[in-house]
């Protein structure tokens, strides 16, 4: 999200991305927050914890290419978040700019005077609550801490380490060279070669008007991970960064939740009514209303937000859905409307868009550039088993994991879920499995840029 400020602004505004960390009070949320500036130069970012409503109409120097770090949204959350604080947030994070028109005096006379604030400018934001301002959560990614009971022993693991001096130091030269790095990415404009092709899966859903910005941000996302990799990636006529598949893959692992979230929609769906018409196929409301035992306009009103997510979709008897709004409204008033389970709107994979066998699950290019990311519930109680490897047992790995080889202190212990239990294991004991790539060390981050020092 920081990176996407260096993203040129586009035809329809800012391209830089927004996003916001939701979870309940010491989950984690500043404290993940504040280690990712540590990778970052001061330069890179502006820090708040609040502001006024004009604070910043008044600055001194604007906010280009830079991302603004609200510590707390506590200004912005819920109905009384509609500020002009507010405003002025998701103006310069929608239009890339901010200009305010006031009455002045020069020499004793009224004149008009224009502030200028420009970006384009990403945002980084935590909250306790659920929803902020209505118009910039819809501006949004949203992602939420871990709350698992493994994640919380894992940290008053990690916390007593610290305490006894045991704790693993990351290296100070890598923080200076991933500085050096993110200070070298110069802005320039991105191509997605393949945009098409992704708008064209999404679009066999029946999609609320939230799509419309969910698509841009993983547009946006995918033009900054090129822009990232801009001294690796080919150049067309113009210059412009022209963005791989593997861009693609990075953002599918990092964006398909968020997503489906920004959709309104859920992993899974508890609902009784919801299995019950996902097994059963097409079926009339009344027909629902009947085997539940409830009135048909209770029924209506609990399928309204569900259709208005996409989950469900009005249809024939056979599946198919209604060309348009007449043919519907008629098959309503004879009572031959049937809805269907449409499911969730899932972003196409990079196997679904090449048919590549090496983008396949466990293909070469998969295992390549996979994150290794945790997919598992928050919820203690759900065991997801298709997600354990063949030994049944799923390694909740550290930060590291995801940009390397695993590296592993001394003391490290890991908390290992089983099909029905957990286990505590030393990670000594642990083989890792061996990685495709693991050039993404201080070293190698020194060869790409061979005149830096530290």
Same mark, same amino acid.
């Given at each position: 999200?920081?990176?996407?400020?260096? !993203?040129?602004?586009?035809?329809?505004?800012?391209?830089?991305?927004?996003?916001?960390?939701?979870?309940?009070?010491?989950?984690?949320?500043?404290?993940?927050?504040?280690?990712?500036?540590?990778?970052?130069?001061?330069?890179?970012?502006?820090?708040?914890?609040?502001?006024?409503?004009?604070?910043?109409?008044?600055?001194?120097?604007?906010?280009?290419?830079?991302?603004?770090?609200?510590?707390?949204? !506590?200004?912005?959350?819920?109905?009384?978040?509609?500020?002009?604080?507010?405003?002025?947030?998701?103006?310069?994070?929608?239009?890339?700019?901010?200009?305010?028109?006031?009455?002045?005096?020069?020499?004793?006379?009224?004149?008009?005077?224009?502030?200028?604030?420009?970006?384009?400018?990403?945002?980084?934001?935590?909250?306790?609550?659920?929803?902020?301002?209505?118009?910039? #959560?819809?501006?949004?990614?949203?992602?939420?801490?871990?709350?698992?009971?493994?994640?919380?022993?894992?940290?008053?693991?990690?916390?007593?380490?610290?305490?006894?001096?045991?704790?693993?130091?990351?290296?100070?030269?890598? &923080?200076?060279?991933?500085?050096?790095?993110?200070?070298?990415?110069?802005?320039?404009?991105?191509?997605?070669?393949?945009?098409?092709?992704?708008?064209?899966?999404?679009?066999?859903?029946? !999609?609320?008007?939230?799509?419309?910005?969910?698509?841009?941000?993983? &547009?946006?996302?995918?033009?900054?991970?090129?822009?990232?990799?801009?001294?690796?990636?080919?150049?067309?006529?113009?210059?412009?960064?022209?963005?791989?598949?593997?861009?693609?893959?990075?953002?599918?692992?990092?964006?398909?939740?968020?997503?489906?979230?920004?959709?309104?929609?859920?992993?899974?769906?508890?609902?009784?009514? &919801?299995?019950? &018409?996902?097994?059963?196929?097409?079926?009339?409301?009344?027909?629902?209303?009947?085997? #539940?035992? %409830?009135?048909?306009?209770?029924?209506? #009103?609990?399928?309204?937000?569900?259709?208005?997510?996409?989950?469900?979709?009005?249809?024939?008897?056979?599946?198919?859905?209604?060309?348009?709004?007449?043919?519907?409204?008629?098959?309503?008033?004879?009572?031959?409307?049937?809805?269907?389970?449409?499911?969730?709107?899932?972003?196409?994979?990079?196997?679904?868009?090449?048919?590549?066998?090496?983008?396949?699950?466990?293909?070469?290019?998969?295992?390549?550039?996979?994150?290794?990311?945790?997919?598992?519930?928050?919820?203690?109680?759900?065991?997801?088993?298709?997600?354990?490897?063949?030994?049944?047992?799923?390694?909740?790995?550290?930060?590291?994991?995801?940009?390397?080889?695993?590296?592993?202190?001394?003391?490290?212990?890991?908390?290992?879920?089983?099909?029905?239990?957990?286990?505590?294991?030393?990670?000594?004991?642990? %083989?890792?499995?061996?990685?495709?790539?693991?050039?993404?060390? %201080?070293?190698?981050?020194?060869?790409?840029?061979? %005149? !830096?020092?530290?």
């Amino acid at each position: 999200i920081i990176d996407s400020a260096k !993203l040129p602004m586009g035809q329809g505004g800012s391209k830089a991305l927004a996003g916001k960390n939701s979870g309940p009070q010491g989950s984690g949320k500043s404290h993940t927050m504040f280690k990712v500036l540590t990778l970052f130069s001061p330069n890179d970012y502006h820090l708040i914890t609040s502001g006024s409503s004009k604070s910043l109409y008044n600055m001194d120097k604007d906010l280009m290419y830079k991302a603004l770090i609200l510590t707390e949204a !506590l200004t912005l959350e819920g109905k009384n978040g509609d500020t002009e604080l507010a405003y002025a947030i998701r103006s310069l994070v929608s239009e890339g700019m901010l200009t305010y028109q006031y009455t002045g005096f020069e020499e004793g006379k009224k004149v008009t005077k224009i502030q200028h604030m420009a970006g384009p400018t990403a945002l980084i934001t935590t909250t306790v609550r659920g929803r902020l301002e209505e118009q910039l #959560e819809d501006r949004l990614i949203q992602f939420h801490p871990d709350t698992s009971d493994r994640q919380t022993a894992n940290i008053i693991s990690t916390t007593a380490d610290q305490a006894s001096g045991n704790a693993h130091a990351v290296d100070e030269n890598e &923080i200076k060279a991933w500085r050096e790095f993110h200070a070298r990415i110069v802005p320039c404009e991105v191509v997605v070669p393949f945009a098409s092709d992704i708008a064209e899966a999404i679009t066999k859903y029946s !999609l609320p008007i939230s799509a419309r910005r969910a698509f841009k941000r993983v &547009i946006s996302a995918t033009e900054t991970v090129a822009l990232i990799h801009q001294h690796q990636r080919a150049r067309d006529g113009a210059g412009r960064v022209i963005a791989e598949m593997s861009d693609y893959a990075i953002v599918y692992q990092l964006m398909k939740e968020p997503f489906r979230e920004s959709l309104g929609q859920r992993n899974r769906y508890t609902d009784t009514r &919801i299995q019950m &018409i996902k097994s059963m196929g097409p079926i009339t409301p009344r027909r629902i209303a009947e085997r #539940e035992g %409830v009135s048909g306009a209770s029924i209506s #009103e609990w399928m309204k937000p569900w259709i208005e997510k996409g989950v469900l979709v009005w249809c024939d008897e056979a599946g198919v859905e209604f060309p348009d709004q007449a043919s519907l409204e008629k098959a309503k008033r004879t009572g031959k409307a049937h809805v269907r389970f449409q499911g969730m709107c899932d972003l196409p994979s990079p196997y679904d868009l090449t048919g590549d066998e090496r983008w396949a699950p466990g293909g070469e290019l998969d295992a390549f550039y996979d994150l290794e990311l945790c997919e598992e519930s928050n919820d203690s109680e759900v065991i997801d088993e298709e997600s354990a490897d063949d030994s049944g047992l799923e390694i909740d790995g550290n930060a590291e994991d995801a940009i390397g080889p695993v590296k592993v202190p001394d003391q490290g212990r890991v908390c290992v879920s089983g099909s029905m239990e957990t286990k505590r294991i030393d990670l000594k004991n642990i %083989v890792p499995k061996e990685r495709v790539y693991s050039d993404i060390g %201080v070293d190698n981050l020194l060869n790409e840029f061979p %005149v !830096l020092t530290l």
